[in-house]
């Protein structure tokens, strides 16, 4: 079974169908890990809706930023509407929209393979996440967290949703508790970029790492990072760009920006696929 991870595809359907031809993805034999943002911004969210929940298992997805903030709006939580940019009518007036959204719900928003999968000697876990990990958390509390959010989703989503929404607080705290632990944790996984040297977050800050000011560091970077002996796939940052390093893979190259939308082989980092964009979107 080959694994391959997939950048934000934000609804480019026909990019993500090109891209998998140029990777031959055969659903008989492989895996595709999806970093989230499967939808918004892009001409077609619902294809891609359709299509990956149409692989079953052949897919593992982790949520984003656009796909939680789909499910709010679609739950009518807390009062939240559409934005301006938002591509996300033709999902919520589907048809088949409850089954999807039902679907989309239960992803997790991190998933985790021992080993790299496959029980090599000396290989590093591999960490799918959306936007990336507070220094303070190892691999395992990254899980345990995570799984706190997925309980609340299952169980009380239309309370997650309503108060998931603001920046605070910033640092990580074993004793938070309540929408601030659940809040912190979602903005962590599916938000953050850059952090300080004692783990504050700042989500505010949006660009390339060596544009940031000084003092601030890519969450990857930062000093006394626990969850440094795992590999961790990521998506959301479309100013860094595809990075390939023993201990990251980030995967966001700015599809619907007219960038490109890119794929790599776990398990041969060194095979990697790309297809050139529409410009769905201008940034500004």
């Not at 807390?78 to 239960?106: I, M, N, S």
């Not at 309980?151 to 997650?160: E, F, Y």
């Not at 490109?260 to 979107?281: I, K, M």
Request: aromatic share 6%.
């Amino acid at each position: 079974m080959a694994r391959i991870a997939v950048g934000d595809i934000q609804g480019c359907h026909d990019e993500l169908r090109s891209l998998l031809r140029e990777a031959r993805f055969s659903a008989d034999r492989d895996q595709l890990w999806f970093v989230g943002d499967l939808v918004n911004r892009g001409p077609d969210s619902l294809g891609v809706l359709r299509f990956v929940r149409a692989l079953g298992d052949n897919a593992r997805v982790v949520l984003g930023n656009h796909d939680l903030h789909l499910l709010a709006v679609a739950r009518g939580a807390g009062g939240r509407r559409l934005r301006k940019d938002d591509t996300l009518d033709e999902v919520l007036a589907a048809p088949d929209r409850d089954a999807l959204l039902d679907w989309l719900q239960t992803r997790p928003l991190a998933v985790r393979d021992p080993a790299g999968g496959d029980g090599r000697a000396g290989a590093h876990d591999d960490l799918m996440v959306h936007a990336g990990l507070p220094p303070q958390w190892s691999v395992a509390d990254t899980m345990r967290i995570a799984a706190e959010v997925e309980r609340t989703l299952r169980d009380d989503a239309a309370a997650l949703f309503a108060a998931m929404y603001g920046d605070q607080p910033d640092r990580w705290d074993p004793a938070l508790t309540g929408h601030d632990r659940l809040r912190f944790a979602i903005n962590a996984l599916t938000r953050m970029r850059f952090v300080d040297r004692d783990g504050v977050v700042d989500l505010k800050l949006k660009g390339a790492p060596d544009a940031a000011p000084r003092g601030w560091y890519p969450w990857f970077d930062a000093p006394r990072r626990r969850s440094a002996d795992a590999r961790i796939v990521m998506g959301h940052w479309s100013t860094l760009g595809l990075v390939v390093r023993e201990d990251l893979l980030a995967l966001d190259t700015g599809c619907v920006w007219g960038g490109a939308l890119t794929a790599v082989s776990l398990d041969e980092p060194g095979r990697r696929w790309q297809v050139a964009c529409d410009g769905h979107r201008a940034p500004g």
